[in-house]
């Protein structure tokens, strides 16, 4: 019986073995599962604050951004910098030190001269804050005195500088590369590109000038052995003074051509037009961030009239205010001063 027996203990084993393993396999999950979901929740604690400022309307094509905003926050936030503005598209973000815990209260004031100062109640996440501004004259548009003037086919102009290249002739060089054929290479360059016979290298450069640059140029073997030769056009490329030409030649002598058009760069602005989107009693176009020289070109009352916008963003009938947005792209918009009106059909 003493066989039976041992074959019994030797099973439980086995089984409480078993137990064993499934037990620190279940604890494995679960440690995994645990540590898991902590890296979710010390992720999802904010490390900053993004929002932005925008104008209070009640239209959303009127809701402009705000920018040079100050931003301030209270309840012991472990801000980077205590000096926060709004940009030029509203935009604003506050790093952090550390992460908080979500949904820790905080309060957000902004302030701007020409609106009503704001204080958001708001708990730490990561979601973003879209702040309104209420200007602080806000009146109601104004009845014009006597008849409304008119404005129509309104369009925005520019300059870009643009770069045109002229033809001026042409240049062309010959140059020879003197070598013997058929002798052997020493084992040390210049060599065939198999190795086996000595070569020789010469170059020629040609210059096209000041302030202009060669295009479309090219080199060819006009004489001698040309199908052992080799031209190395690496800086054959147009747009450059000079050029600089690389050959080798692993037979007899051999004569070579170099030549390409000259081309002198014109610098010139061409006018570009932009069409005003409008809305209501206000228009909105973007231009570029290299425009120059931006006007703007309307009917006033039936007469063509061309208003320079220059730096202070004048018009004699619209308030306007510029924008930039993240690549420089400027966003103009003007409001109708009191007194004049868009003709029915601008859009």
């Known amino acids: 019986m003493q066989p039976v027996f041992t074959l019994l203990r030797q099973n439980n084993s086995s089984a409480v073995s078993g137990k064993y393993t499934l037990a620190v396999g279940i604890g494995g999950i679960v440690g995994l599962v645990s540590a898991a979901l902590a890296y979710w929740l010390i992720a999802e604690n904010p490390d900053s604050i993004r929002g932005a400022v925008l ?126 054929g058929n002798v052997s290479c020493p084992g040390h360059g210049p060599c065939s590109p198999d190795g086996k016979w000595k070569a020789a290298i010469g170059s020629a450069v040609i210059d096209a000038g000041p302030g202009n640059e060669f295009q479309n140029a090219r080199a060819s073997c006009i004489a001698g052995p040309c199908p052992f030769t080799r031209i190395d056009e690496t800086n054959l490329s147009h747009g450059k003074q000079t050029l600089t030409v690389s050959v080798l030649n692993w037979s007899d002598t051999a004569t070579f051509l170099v030549e390409a058009e000259v081309y002198k760069p014109l610098i010139s602005d061409v006018i570009r037009r932009s069409y005003p989107i409008i809305f209501d009693e206000a228009l909105t176009f973007t231009l570029p961030a290299s425009a120059q020289g931006v006007s703007i070109r309307a009917d006033v009352d039936g007469s063509m009239i061309i208003f320079p916008l220059g730096p202070a963003l004048y018009l004699s009938w619209a308030n306007c205010q510029l924008s930039l947005t993240n690549d420089q792209t400027r966003v103009y918009r003007c409001e109708l001063k009191p007194g004049f009106r868009f003709s029915p059909g601008q859009s």
């Open 55 to 180: 104008r209070r309307d009640s239209d959303p094509t009127k809701q402009l951004p705000v920018a040079s905003v100050a931003i301030a926050f209270s309840g012991g936030l472990p801000v980077q910098s205590l000096s926060v503005h709004s940009d030029s598209s509203g935009y604003f973000t506050v790093r952090l030190k550390r992460r908080i815990q979500r949904g820790l209260p905080i309060t957000i004031r902004l302030s701007h001269p020409d609106y009503q100062p704001l204080e958001l109640r708001e708990t730490a996440s990561n979601k973003l804050c879209i702040a309104f501004l209420t200007p602080i004259a806000y009146p109601d548009r104004p009845q014009a005195s006597g008849p409304e003037v008119k404005i129509a086919n309104v369009v925005a102009q520019y300059s870009i500088a643009t770069t045109n290249a002229v033809n001026v002739g042409s240049a062309f060089k010959t140059f020879v590369v003197e070598n013997k």
